[in-house]
């Protein structure tokens, strides 16, 4: 049987193939500097969505104890959403808001950021409050979210939903260089805030009474591994729109693929998945089938499909 790190490297030596043939294909000495600064920032969004989204998912289904939730069931995809909207109907499509990027992106993540900080704020302050009355919260706010998104819906005109609907669903086809490398310090940060909790989440499986027994602040490495999330969550939904199933599809199938519990395996394996479901899916899109669809409809289409499998196989 293939051991954990035989598949890794495997991984590994796919997501780098396919990184040259997105970059590498079709370049010459006279095009290699147009191409490149396009290609890079794709491949890099595609990367960093990836990692952000696998590990994100992966870690908050450690930490909730089941493997049907991720973090896209706190309202942030749905919030992501509703802010795009109302600052179209409230500044306009062509405000300052909308058209740079920059703004756009650092009004998103603060968004995000302060709905988290209130929600988990609001859960921690509970003395008997359970993971299961944040997840009902989230829920809730998600709903409500989503309700106001379709109220702001039908007060726009038809060219600013044009230009709100560019911004709320998936593209890896439009991404701004810059804002990409912007993101690579908190990915970079995260990640690592994350590995270095590793131990301690391993001890999470035993449940949560198990894991005070052997000492582990639960409240505490929670809160921290909760406000963790809601950075990878805001980052990539901000940088390439909301992608609802394809946390499930990654956390699930990654823990399937490999044998080891312990989490310095799974938040590799499942980050590595990750980059060559979307570095592929999107090359088999561009390649075999012209662009005809966008990624997105193809991981919410399977994603489903894989959530409703879970949820008969679980008998929930």
């Known amino acids: 049987m293939m051991s954990d790190r035989v598949k890794i490297m495997l991984m590994a030596a796919a997501s780098l193939l396919l990184v040259a043939l997105f970059v590498g294909v079709g370049l010459d000495a006279d095009n290699y500097r147009y191409f490149l600064s396009r290609r890079v920032p794709r491949v890099?969004?595609?990367i960093i969505a990836a990692v952000a989204i696998a590990q994100s998912s992966l870690v908050f289904q450690?930490?909730?104890?089941?493997?049907?939730?991720?973090?896209?069931?706190?309202?942030f995809d749905a919030l992501y959403q509703a802010t795009q909207l109302l600052l179209v109907l409230?500044?306009?499509g062509l405000s300052v808001a909308m058209a740079n990027v920059y703004v756009n992106f650092a009004l998103s993540v603060a968004v995000m950021m302060l709905f988290s900080l209130l929600l988990f704020g609001f859960y921690f302050n509970k003395q008997q409050a359970g993971i299961m009355t944040?997840?009902?919260?989230?829920v809730i706010f998600g709903q409500l979210f989503g309700s106001l998104s379709s109220f702001f819906m039908m007060?726009?005109?038809?060219?600013?939903?044009?230009?709100?609907?560019?911004?709320?669903?998936?593209?890896?086809n439009n991404i701004n260089g810059e804002l990409v490398y912007l993101c690579l310090l908190p990915l970079a940060l995260v990640v690592?805030?994350?590995?270095?909790?590793?131990?301690?989440?391993?001890?999470f499986w035993l449940d949560r009474d198990n894991?005070?027994?052997?000492?582990?602040?639960?409240?505490?490495v929670t809160r921290r591994v909760l406000l963790l999330i809601a950075v990878l969550v805001s980052v990539s939904t901000a940088l390439v729109g909301p992608i609802l199933f394809f946390g499930l599809l990654v956390a699930n199938l990654s823990r399937q693929l490999c044998h080891s519990y312990q989490h310095r395996v799974l938040l590799l394996a499942s980050s590595l998945l990750a980059v060559l479901m979307l570095l592929g899916g999107q090359w088999l899109l561009e390649n075999l089938f012209s662009l005809n669809t966008t990624l997105s409809v193809v991981i919410n289409f399977f994603g489903g499909l894989y959530f409703l499998w879970l949820l008969i196989r679980q008998k929930i």
Do not use: C, W
């Open 134 to 138: 944040l997840l009902l919260l989230g």
């Open 192 to 203: 690592t805030l994350l590995y270095r909790q590793h131990r301690t989440l391993d001890v």
């Open 44 to 46: 890099l969004a595609l």
């Open 211 to 220: 894991a005070i027994g052997l000492g582990v602040d639960v409240k505490a």
């Open 62 to 75: 450690t930490i909730t104890g089941n493997r049907i939730l991720t973090p896209g069931i706190m309202g």
């Open 155 to 172: 007060l726009l005109d038809p060219t600013e939903f044009a230009v709100a609907q560019g911004k709320m669903f998936a593209s890896f």
């Open 90 to 92: 409230v500044l306009g």
